[in-house]
């Protein structure tokens, strides 16, 4: 019973490490947007029964525009998914990637509500590193209970 829970764990690591490295890879694939290249997409969905894509797209492509946030994100997404793949920074990793995979589930929860399967998927890849950093809690739990000092 134990290996295989340890297998399942090992699995669950390398999924989420490479779903991130796949992720922060995507990052640096298309050529940085310019204002320009934005306001044409804006005005192609600028209509109120476009609103939800329209806030997407204001949403990544400003992200985009910031010049650092895009590449930062690309950036600790590679390196935090192969800390999770390694097998001796897995913890670090896993607790790292922590507020992306929250950030990339609630960007889906908001602003793309009505896509159930993305919904499921970033759910599930948030709920793989919440259990990943809860197996590791014997590392971490003395740092949540201090005792006063006497």
Known sequence: MGKSINILFIILRLFLGG???????????SPPITPIDVLKKVNKFSFPENEPTL??????????????????????ELLFGFLLIIQI???VGSLFLLPITL??????????????GELIQTGGLFAINIVLV??????WKHLLWIKPFQ
């Open 19 to 29: 779903f991130m490295i796949y992720g922060g890879v995507q990052k640096f694939q």
């Open 55 to 76: 806030q997407k797209i204001l949403y990544i492509s400003g992200a985009k525009q910031t010049g650092y946030f895009w590449q930062v994100l690309g950036i600790c």
């Open 89 to 91: 920074t897995g913890f």
């Open 103 to 116: 950030h990339i589930f609630l960007f889906h929860l908001f602003l793309e509500a009505d896509e159930v």
């Open 134 to 139: 809860l197996k590791e809690k014997e590392k």
